[in-house]
């Protein structure tokens, strides 16, 4: 998953758990394909989920997430990344498609602060104000 961040905003899609009837947030990002390192794949998955090439990636984070998503249960390692985008006109807009086999999203600018002030939940669970005070994101 990676991190991007504009103007005080950071990028993030859109979904609605109908179990627990919540909308929440999740970082870009997907699954590591066989033989494809975790560099690679975020890489991948971002051209694949909103046609840009990744600048400046580093690795920020290790996260191990347990959790319950549309009342099933899931266990997953996330390599967490911080990068910026290469294609800037990204940043003009409000909501970007992303399509993924049948399924469409919408990722969208958040402003930090959401994050925050407990205004969305966003996923995986992390604590972002110590990793955006760092990233420099916020002070």
């Known amino acids: 998953m990676c991190i991007f961040h504009h103007n005080g905003k950071i990028l993030a899609s859109k979904d609605f758990d109908n179990v627990k009837e919540q909308y929440y947030f999740r970082v870009l990002g997907g699954s590591v394909e066989f033989q494809e390192s975790y560099e690679d794949a975020i890489r991948r998955e971002i051209i694949e989920e909103i046609g840009s090439e990744i600048d400046n990636l580093k690795l920020i984070e290790v996260i191990e997430n347990i959790f319950v998503c549309l009342g099933k249960k899931g266990h997953e390692i996330v390599f967490l990344y911080a990068g910026e985008l290469k294609n800037k006109k990204l940043h003009e807009q409000e ?34 104000e110590k990793i955006f005070k760092e990233l420099g994101y916020i002070k």
């Open 95 to 128: 909501i970007i498609p992303i399509v993924e086999n049948t399924y469409t999203v919408n990722a969208e600018w958040v402003p930090i602060e959401n994050v925050f002030n407990g205004d969305i939940p966003l996923y995986p669970p992390f604590d972002y």
